[in-house]
Nanobody
Framework: VQLQAFGGGLVQAGGCQRLSCAASGRTFSRYAIGWFRQAPEKEREYVAAISRSAAITYYADSVKGRFTISRDNAKNTVYLQMNSLKPEDTAVYYC????????????????WGQGTQVTVSS
């Protein structure tokens, strides 16, 4: 499966942004999808994950209550709605696909899209 993340940009603190991850292929619903982010000089970190059927979602503590992950298997797309954005959310955001039911570990993701930059100004 090939993934493409888009929707990033510049937003003010307290604002909202919605990222999309579009996938190619007819087997999209067989993959759990995760969002990760990487700030300059920091390791890539897990943000959120959603299971194949969207029945299970996980969030990092840093974004819980502010971000929402969802998916539309008919459109081969996963979304990350980001609300109440903070400057510390500034990073390149990546989506990835895993054959596991769901996982938060980046080494358990098999396919990665290119990142999209999100910059939150204070």
């Amino acid at each position: 499966v090939q993934l493409q993340a888009f929707g990033g940009g510049l937003v003010q603190a307290g604002g909202c942004q919605r990222l999309s991850c579009a996938a190619s292929g007819r087997t999209f619903s067989r993959y759990a999808i995760g969002w990760f982010r990487q700030a300059p000089e920091k390791e890539r970190e897990y943000v959120a994950a959603i299971s194949r059927s969207a029945a299970i979602t996980y969030y990092a503590d840093s974004v819980k209550g502010r971000f929402t992950i969802s998916r539309d298997n008919a459109k081969n797309t996963v979304y990350l709605q980001m609300n109440s954005l903070k400057p510390e959310d500034t990073a390149v955001y990546y989506c990835a696909a895993s054959t596991r039911v769901i996982t938060i570990y980046k080494n358990e993701y098999d396919y990665w899209g290119q990142g999209t930059q999100v910059t939150v100004s204070s």
